[in-house]
């Protein structure tokens, strides 16, 4: 049971957006930590999406956009395309833990 | 540009030890805190460790701690996991990850491939 929470899977047709959450609690997100989303590609190393809730590194489009509010986060994709059906993680820290944490991870399917 | 190799991993008996290493190349390794984070297969990502830059700080997971150790030789830009006691449930890739640090918050901005390590008799 990941300390984070996010739904198993979303799906969508290629041009819709989709919208993955992220779930916290007082002691991470809601403690005021930020949150950070990270693609992983079928059988590849995960890849920074989205850090400090919103921004978004380098070469990653802006289709693609982050938010926060309170115990939650959410992950926006829109126009979606083939190629991002893949698994996604939201990361925070939690104080009560003393570490680093993930949520369980969503697999998008593009239909 | 920034990479993250992995190696070390294999098949390995309960309760048996293994090292995991990591070359890093392209940045300034003595500068950067490292971590460790590694994925059961068809799981989700589950943080293992972290050595700050120098290695004088260094954290676990519960799930882990006082089995693996972390640590790292900035002269060699290599950082390292040693598992011992080794159970099934640490089948897992591991992966090793640069940190970046804002203020209190921690993300991964570069990870390697990944070695993974099968626990099994």
Request: proline letters at 4%; aromatic letters at 12%; one cysteine or more.
């Amino acid at each position: 049971q990941s300390v984070l929470t996010q739904p198993p899977s979303v799906s969508g047709a290629p041009g819709q957006r989709v919208s993955i959450s992220c779930t916290g609690s007082s002691s991470n997100i809601g403690a005021g930590y930020d949150v950070h989303w990270y693609q992983q590609l079928p059988g590849r190393a995960p890849k920074l999406l989205i850090y400090g809730n919103r921004y978004r590194p380098s070469g990653v489009p802006d289709r693609i956009s982050g938010s926060k509010s309170g115990t939650s986060a959410s992950l926006a994709i829109t126009g979606l395309q083939a190629e991002d059906e893949a698994g996604y993680y939201c990361q925070s820290y939690d104080n009560s833990l003393s570490g680093v944490i993930f949520g369980g991870g969503t697999k998008l399917t593009v239909l | 540009q920034v990479q993250l190799v992995e190696s070390g991993g294999g098949v390995v008996q309960p309760g048996r030890s293994l090292r995991l290493s990591c070359a890093a190349s392209g940045f300034t390794f003595s500068t950067y805190g490292m971590h460790w984070v590694r994925q059961a297969p068809g799981k989700g990502l589950e943080w293992v460790a972290i050595i700050s830059y120098d290695g004088s700080n260094k954290y676990y997971a519960d799930s882990v701690k006082g089995r693996f150790t972390i640590s790292r030789d900035n002269s060699k830009n290599t950082l390292y996991l040693g598992v011992n006691s080794l159970r099934a449930e640490d089948t897992a890739v591991y992966y090793c990850a640069r940190e970046l640090l804002v203020g209190p918050n921690y993300y991964f901005d570069y990870w390697g491939q990944g070695t993974l390590v099968t626990v099994s008799s």
